[in-house]
Nanobody, 125 residues
Framework: QVQLVESGGGLVQAGGSLTLSCAASGRTLSSYAMGWFRQAPGKEREFVAA??????DYAGSVKGRFTVSRDNSKNTVSLQMNSLKPEDTAVYYCVASTLVPTGTIPRGRGMYNYWGQGTQVTVSS
């Protein structure tokens, strides 16, 4: 059974930076897509960023500000968030997908079959 555990959330001022980390256990995920979704109050859960090997994909709202990376030797994925805005406030979820073919980075929520418990990120104005 795969478990994903996030860390690194917190409160930061607008314009600041924060790094989220996620550690996977139970299975080696080096050949699968891993990434992040987020859900703000009253909004649907949305794709943020994902990585598969060295290929990355980002939502338009975070491109240029967030960087997703992974360490396959440690089975971890991270999200470096810079130039944070109040609208980035949300619960951030670490995700992994073992459902899609090699080389694909899915964006659909239903394509990720493993989820962390979420970590709160609050950006104050």
């Amino acid at each position: 059974q795969v478990q994903l555990v996030e860390s690194g959330g917190g409160l930061v001022q607008a314009g600041g930076s924060l790094t989220l980390s996620c550690a996977a256990s139970g299975r080696t995920l080096s050949s699968y897509a891993m990434g992040w979704f987020r859900q703000a109050p009253g909004k649907e859960r949305e794709f943020v960023a994902a990585i598969r090997w060295s290929t990355t994909d980002y939502a338009g709202s975070v491109k240029g500000r967030f960087t997703v990376s992974r360490d396959n030797s440690k089975n971890t994925v991270s999200l470096q968030m810079n130039s944070l805005k109040p609208e980035d406030t949300a619960v951030y979820y670490c995700v992994a997908s073992t459902l899609v073919p090699t080389g694909t980075i899915p964006r659909g929520r239903g394509m990720y079959n493993y989820w962390g418990q979420g970590t709160q990120v609050t950006v104050s104005s």
